[in-house]
């Protein structure tokens, strides 16, 4: 009899099957050789299923309805905290777990503009906020708009009126914040950009914070700034979290400084999340060196910076700094679009390429310096002058040119003297010539005066 007795009351426990028990945060978790996955607020108890009325116990006998295997919250509190894009349940406290039952739930929140009453039998906001047949509300996927206050008030069968009151929030965990754009090196006792910390995706919006060598770093006037800035996206409603950090090292400090920033959640009990850390060297000396002048100069190669069609020029930008300034290239008065780089290198010089180019060296303790200006020309060669691209380039070019020059000057003095020479020899022709007759008259006369005596003795001794 007894027996029998039992297995009616299971029977009867079967064929008045009721809801699943739901387990508030305040709940006892079931058998813990369940899954995890069960044992969290907001799932269904599977290791046994109550009824509402008689209060006996069977084992599972079917699989349980949809909403009850929805992974989120499920929650008796007053003060919610809640994942976007998750379930929400909440328990209306006192509603008897299966109809007919006298409940009302009101919510006041962003999809709303006043108090909305929602019926348990369904609407038009069942997509939002649907009353479950046990009386709790679920909300399938909450989001920033359904941030607000919920109540239910439940009327127990024996006349007893409960009301629960849940003031909801919505959060969004983002990815881990990174450091971008990081500075290379530090230079001790100037302002030096460390880099700029990011975070994306959030709700709400949340904090930034730096760290030097493990320790929070507190931005004051001398030592370190922050420039922060803060977006939201327009359709997701998420933040965008950005700290940029100015650093000015002491002198003779530690010569390497690691650099991490957080995010810190704009909610309590939320753990906050770290950035990769940077480590950075540091410039310094045990005091500060007396300013002195950067001196830039700039190097052609060729000398003179003329060179053949389709040669190569070579521009060099020299600065004596430390750390190597930032070097960037000027023509004709006007910035070339190019990275910074000391050396300019101009292979197969057309005719474009020709102009004046200058340097400009910025570094952070002397500020911009621009260099002297060289100009870049093209020599047009003859037919027998070197070619271009030619063993020798551009410098035998210029070499044969002034040979060249000193080779046809040289030619026209060495003409110029034959002929002076030539003029003065007849000049010395001319004047020897009266001189050589005038000897051969003298000569002439000597002898007819030596003639003339002897005839008169000849004369004078005749018969």
Known sequence: MAAGTAVGAWVLALSLWGEPTILSAESTPPSPGLPRTFLEPGHCSLSSLTHPVLGLQAPISSAPPLWCRLPGTVVGGQNITARIGKPLVLNCKGAPKKPPQQLEWKLNTGRTEAWKVLSPQGGPWDSVAQVLPNGSLLLPAIGIQD???????????????????????????????????????????????????????????????????????????????????????????????????????????????????????????????????????????????????????LVVDPEGGAVAPGGTVTLTCEASAQPPPQIHWIKDGMPLPLSSSPVLLLSEVEPQDQGTYSCVATHPSHGPQESRAVSISIIETGEEGPAAGSVGGSGLGTLGLVLGILGGLGTATLFIGIIMWQRWRRRGEERKAPESREEEEEERAELNQSEDPEAAESSAGGP
């Not at 003031?167 to 230079?187: F, G, H, N």
């Not at 409603?237 to 690691?258: C, D, I, K, R, V």
């Open 147 to 297: 941030e607000g206050t919920f109540r239910c008030r439940a009327m127990s069968r024996n006349g007893k009126e409960t009301k629960s009151n849940y003031q909801v929030r919505v959060y969004q965990t983002p990815r881990k914040p990174k450091i971008v754009d990081p500075a290379s090196e530090l230079m001790a006792g100037v302002p030096n950009k460390v880099g700029i910390c990011v975070s994306e995706g959030s709700y709400p919006a949340g904090t930034l914070s730096w760290h030097l060598d493990g320790k929070a770093l507190i931005p004051d006037d001398k030592g370190a700034s922050v420039k922060e800035e803060t977006r939201r996206h327009p359709e997701t409603g998420l933040f965008t979290l950005q700290s940029e950090l100015t650093m000015t090292p002491a002198w003779g400090g530690a010569p390497h400084l690691t650099f991490s920033c957080s995010f810190c959640p704009g909610l309590p009990r939320r753990r906050a999340l770290h950035s990769a850390p940077i480590q950075l060297n540091v410039w310094s000396e045990h005091r500060a060196p007396e300013p002195v002048p950067l001196e830039v100069q």
